[in-house]
T-cell receptor, first 113, second 115 residues
Framework: GESVGLHLPTLSVQEGDNSIINCAYSNSASDYFIWYKQESGKGPQFIIDIRSNMDKRQGQRVTVLLNKTVKHLSLQIAATQPGDSAVYFCAENSGGGADGLTFGKGTHLIIQP | DTGVSQDPRHKITKRGQNVTFRCDPISEHNRLYWYRQTLGQGPEFLTYFQNEAQLEKSRLLSDRFSAERPKGSFSTLEIQRTEQGDSAMYLC???FGQGDGNTIYFGEGSWLTVV
C-alpha cells in the first residue's frame, strides 16, 4: 500500500555542518507530516510538524520543507551536533480512516567529529 | 516526568506464554495509540482509543492481541500465546484531540523478546 519512505538509510555529516534528511511520500491525501528523532533504545521524540497548507516551518535549529508537487518532505538541521546522532523518521497522517501515523523506514544520522 | 509511561520496559517470555503491557498516557490526552516497531523499521500502527472507545484496529493486530482502556486513562495491550515473531518494541503514544495537527507523543517503549 501507500507509505512514507526515505531516500537514504544512512547519512554521515561533519560536526558543525548542516544536515538535510529527505523523505518521499506517495499518499497525495496526506495533510499532516511530522519528523521524529529516535535514539537507540528510546521511543520516537517529536521534532517538528507541518500541515499541507504550508511549505516551510522553522523550529530551533530545524526547518521542515514540504513540496506537495513532487510529494517530498525534508528536514534540515543547522550546525549539527553530536547529540543529533539518531535515526530520523518522517511520518504522515492521511486523515481519512486511520488516525494513526504511517512511518517511513528512517535515516540514521551519523555525526563525524 | 509527565510524559507517556510504559511498563515493563523489557520482557522476556517463552513462546506460548501470555504477556501484558501497560501504558499511562499524558494526563489530559484523550487519544491513546499502540504501535509496534521491529529492528531497522519504523513504528507500525496497531490500534487507537479515544477515551475508552477503541476506534480502529490495524490488520496487524491478530486475534491473539487485545487492547483495553477501561476508564479512558491507562491502557493495556495483551498478547496471548506469544510467538517468536511477536518479538518487537511496543510503543504507546497519546495526543489531545485528533492526531492530525495535534502532536502525538510517544513513550519509551516496551521491549518484548519471545524465546
Amino acid at each position: 500500500g501507500e507509505s512514507v519512505g526515505l531516500h537514504l538509510p544512512t547519512l554521515s555529516v561533519q560536526e558543525g555542518d548542516n544536515s538535510i534528511i529527505n523523505c518521499a511520500y506517495s499518499n497525495s491525501a496526506s495533510d499532516y507530516f511530522i519528523w521524529y528523532k529516535q535514539e537507540s533504545g528510546k521511543g520516537p521524540q517529536f521534532i517538528i510538524d507541518i500541515r499541507s497548507n504550508m511549505d516551510k516551518r522553522q523550529g530551533q535549529r530545524v526547518t521542515v520543507l514540504l513540496n506537495k508537487t513532487v510529494k517530498h518532505l525534508s528536514l534540515q538541521i543547522a550546525a549539527t551536533q553530536p547529540g543529533d546522532s539518531a535515526v530520523y523518521f518522517c511520518a504522515e497522517n492521511s486523515g481519512g480512516g486511520a488516525d494513526g501515523l504511517t512511518f517511513g523506514k528512517g535515516t540514521h544520522l551519523i555525526i563525524q567529529p | 516526568d509527565t510524559g507517556v509511561s510504559q511498563d515493563p520496559r523489557h520482557k522476556i517470555t517463552k513462546r506460548g506464554q501470555n504477556v501484558t503491557f501497560r501504558c499511562d498516557p499524558i494526563s489530559e490526552h484523550n487519544r491513546l495509540y499502540w504501535y509496534r516497531q521491529t529492528l531497522g523499521q519504523g513504528p507500525e500502527f496497531l490500534t487507537y482509543f479515544q477515551n475508552e472507545a477503541q476506534l480502529e484496529k490495524s490488520r496487524l493486530l491478530s486475534d491473539r492481541f487485545s487492547a483495553e482502556r477501561p476508564k479512558g486513562s491507562f491502557s493495556t495491550l495483551e498478547i496471548q500465546r506469544t510467538e517468536q515473531g511477536d518479538s518487537a518494541m511496543y510503543l504507546c503514544a497519546s495526543s489531545f484531540g485528533q492526531g492530525d495537527g495535534n502532536t502525538i507523543y510517544f513513550g519509551e517503549g516496551s521491549w518484548l523478546t519471545v524465546v
